[in-house]
C-alpha cells in the first residue's frame, strides 16, 4: 500500500500563483512563501469584505476513538468531489501543531488521495504562525515579570498572575514551575507554568479577530493578573497590545495551499478543540466565503466539543451561519464504541456497529438542535462488510438521516462524488441556525446547558470557589461571553474509557479561565491538560532524515 507521505510527494503541484487565480486572486493579493503557499494580504482580505458570502459546510466526527474517523480527509474529499461536480468550492482547516505531531497523533493535511499539500512543510513550520503566536504570548509573560522587576507601578500581586508561558510541544515537565530563582538580578520568584501554543488565549485571538485593528484591542483587553485590590490588569495596562500585534501582522493573513487535485485551501489558525475552541480563523473562513459558492470545514474532534465551540462560539462571535453538517463515521469506530477490542476490528460484527451507533445517534440529536440538516458520511475502509454498512444505514434510516459512503481516501474526489451531490441536496433543504444558549444566560449556567444537553450530564459540580470566580466575572461584565469546555475528547463525559452514548454523569468543572481578548471563558473539566505530555513512545524517536536528505517517520 501506497504511504500518505509517499502519495503526497509525488503531487503534481500547481504553481500557488495559478491556485490564487482560480479564487479571482491576482499576484499582487498574495504574498508567496516559496512557490507552494502563501499569504492572502491584508489589503486583499479588506477589499472582498463586501462581496456576498457562499454557503458554509462544517464537517465534524463521532467521538475519536483508535480505530480512526478521518474528518480531515473527509473534509479534504468533499471539497474536491465539489469541484468535480462544478461547485467552484475551497476548504479551511486548522495548522498542525508540533506536540501531537512528534507526539502519537501525527499531522493533520489528510490522509491516501484526499491530502493538502505540501504535507511536510503543513505538519512543521510551515509559515511560522504557531512561532509568531508563541512569541507574541511570551513576550506579554517577559513584560509582566519585567514590570514587576522594575518597580511594578500597577500593583500587581504576583500570587495572582494568571499568564503563563507557552511553546508548541508536549512537555509535562513545564506544567508547573517556580521561575526568577537566583536572586535579585532575577526578578521575583513566583509559581507559575507553560501551556501548549494552541491553548494560547492569544491562539484563539488571532482565530476570532476580524482585522488588525480588532487584533490589536483584542490583545489589549487580555487580562493578565489582579492587583492587591484584585482589579484586573491588562495587557494594554502593560503597553504589550501594540508590540503584540507587530509580532503577529504578517502570521495573522491566512495561508492559502492546495488538494493533490490542486484545488484551493485555507490552512490557518489552529486552536485544540479538547482545550480550546478547536476552529480554523475567522478571516480564513471569511475570504473563503467570499471567493466560493461553497467553503468546507471542519471542527475538531468529535462533534460534541468541535461542532458545539465552532456553532456556539466561532459561528456567535464571527456572525456566521452554516447551511449544512456533515457527520462523520468509520465502520471500525462504530465497532469500537460498540465494545469490540481495536484488535478484533478485522472480524464482521454487525451487531457491535448497531450499538456503536449510539454514539452516532446523539451527535446526529446534537447537530439537529442547533437547526443543522445532517448528513452521514461514512469515510469506507476495505474491510468493511455489507451487513455492517446495512446496519449503519438501518439505523440512519430509523433517525431519518442519509448515509453516503465515500471513498476519497483511495479515489480523491472521485470517490466522494455522491457525497458532494448528497451535500449540494441538503444545502438545499434549508436550515434554521441558533446556538445552543443565549448571551444573556448566566455563566455558571451556560456550563451546566452544555454539560446536561450536549453532554447529557445529570449536572456540573464545581467548588464554591469557581462559582465565585464566575459571578465576579458577571459582575466586571464578562457575563455575555460563550463558554469553551475543556475536556477529554474521548467520551461524552470526563472518563476517557467510557466510550459510546453515556449518560446521567457528573463533570466535575475544576478550574476556569478568563480569555477576556478572546471573548469566551474556559472550564476545564476532568483531568484534561492544557499542557499535554508525550506518550512512552513518541514519534519523534521514528522520525528522521533519510540518505536522500528525505523525511521519514513524520506522518
Known amino acids: 500500500m501506497t504511504s500518505d507521505i509517499r502519495i503526497a510527494r509525488a503531487a503534481n503541484k500547481k504553481p500557488i500563483t495559478e491556485i490564487a487565480a482560480m479564487l479571482g486572486l491576482e499576484v499582487g493579493d498574495i504574498l508567496p512563501y516559496g512557490h507552494d503557499k502563501a499569504k492572502i494580504t491584508h489589503d486583499a482580505m479588506a477589499r472582498l469584505s463586501d462581496r456576498p458570502a457562499g454557503r458554509l459546510i462544517l464537517v465534524t466526527a463521532i467521538n475519536p476513538t483508535p480505530a480512526g474517523e478521518g474528518k480531515t480527509t473527509t473534509t479534504v474529499g468533499l471539497g474536491d468531489a465539489l469541484n468535480r461536480i462544478g461547485k467552484r468550492a475551497t476548504i479551511c482547516i486548522r495548522e498542525a501543531s508540533l506536540g501531537p505531531n512528534f507526539g502519537m497523533k501525527g499531522g493533520a493535511a489528510g490522509g491516501g488521495y484526499a491530502q493538502i499539500v505540501p504535507m511536510e512543510d503543513m505538519n512543521l513550520h510551515f509559515t511560522g504562525d504557531f512561532h509568531a503566536i508563541t512569541s507574541a504570548h511570551n513576550l506579554l509573560a517577559a513584560m509582566i515579570d519585567n514590570h514587576v522587576h522594575w518597580g511594578n507601578e500597577l500593583q500587581i500581586d504576583t500570587r495572582r498572575i494568571t499568564w503563563r508561558r507557552v511553546m508548541d510541544m508536549n512537555d509535562r ?64 495596562d502593560l503597553g504589550a497590545d501594540g508590540a503584540m500585534t507587530v509580532l503577529l501582522k504578517d502570521a495573522f493573513q491566512p495561508n492559502l495551499v492546495q488538494t493533490l487535485e490542486n484545488n484551493p485551501a485555507f490552512v490557518h489558525g489552529g486552536p485544540f478543540a479538547n482545550i480550546a475552541h478547536g ?27 468541535g461542532a458545539e465551540k465552532f456553532l456556539d462560539i466561532k459561528c456567535r462571535l464571527g456572525g456566521l451561519s452554516p447551511s449544512a453538517t456533515v457527520l462523520v463515521a468509520t465502520i471500525r469506530a462504530l465497532k469500537m464504541n460498540g465494545g469490540i477490542a481495536k484488535a478484533d476490528l478485522g472480524s464482521e460484527d454487525a451487531k457491535a456497529v448497531t450499538r456503536g451507533c449510539a454514539n452516532l445517534g446523539r451527535h ?55 457525497l458532494a451531490r448528497a451535500v449540494v441536496d441538503l444545502v438545499e433543504s434549508g436550515a434554521d441556525f441558533h446556538t445552543t444558549y443565549p448571551d444573556s444566560m448566566p455563566l455558571w449556567q451556560k456550563i451546566e446547558t452544555i454539560c446536561t444537553r450536549i453532554y447529557r ?25 460563550p463558554v469553551c469546555i475543556a475536556k477529554t475528547q ?6 476517557p474509557t467510557l466510550r459510546g452514548a453515556p449518560e446521567g454523569h457528573v463533570i466535575p468543572v475544576r478550574e476556569v479561565r478568563l480569555n477576556a481578548g478572546a471573548g469566551f471563558v474556559v472550564a476545564i473539566c476532568g483531568e484534561i491538560m492544557t499542557m499535554p505530555g508525550l506518550p512512552r513512545r513518541p514519534a519523534a524517536e521514528s522520525i528522521r532524515l533519510d540518505s536522500d536528505g528525505q523525511i521519514e517517520g513524520l506522518f
Open 457 to 481: 450530564a445529570s449536572h456540573a459540580e464545581a467548588a464554591p470557589s469557581v462559582r465565585e470566580q464566575l459571578e465576579q466575572w458577571e459582575r466586571a461584565g464578562y457575563g455575555n461571553f
Open 173 to 236: 515537565a513545564l506544567r508547573d514551575l517556580a521561575q526568577g530563582l537566583g536572586g535579585v538580578s532575577n526578578g521575583f520568584p513566583r509559581q507559575s507554568g507553560f501551556d501548549i501554543t494552541v491553548a494560547s488565549e492569544v491562539m484563539a485571538i488571532l482565530c476570532l479577530s476580524s482585522d488588525l485593528a480588532d487584533l490589536q484591542d483584542r490583545l489589549g483587553r487580555i487580562v493578565i493578573g489582579y492587583t492587591w485590590e484584585r482589579q484586573p490588569v491588562t495587557a494594554r
Open 490 to 495: 474521548y467520551s461524552f463525559s470526563t472518563d
Open 279 to 305: 476552529c480554523n480563523s475567522l478571516v480564513a473562513t471569511r475570504t473563503a466565503l467570499r471567493l466560493s459558492d461553497y467553503v468546507v470545514t471542519e471542527a475538531g474532534f468529535g462533534a460534541d466539543l
Open 364 to 418: 446526529i440529536e446534537n447537530l439537529r438542535g442547533f437547526g443543522l440538516p445532517v448528513l452521514v458520511a461514512l469515510n469506507h475502509f476495505d474491510g468493511d462488510t455489507e451487513a455492517e454498512i446495512a446496519a449503519l444505514k438501518d439505523y440512519c434510516a430509523q433517525h431519518g438521516v442519509k448515509v453516503a459512503i465515500a471513498r476519497h481516501w483511495a479515489e480523491g474526489g472521485a470517490g466522494a462524488e455522491d
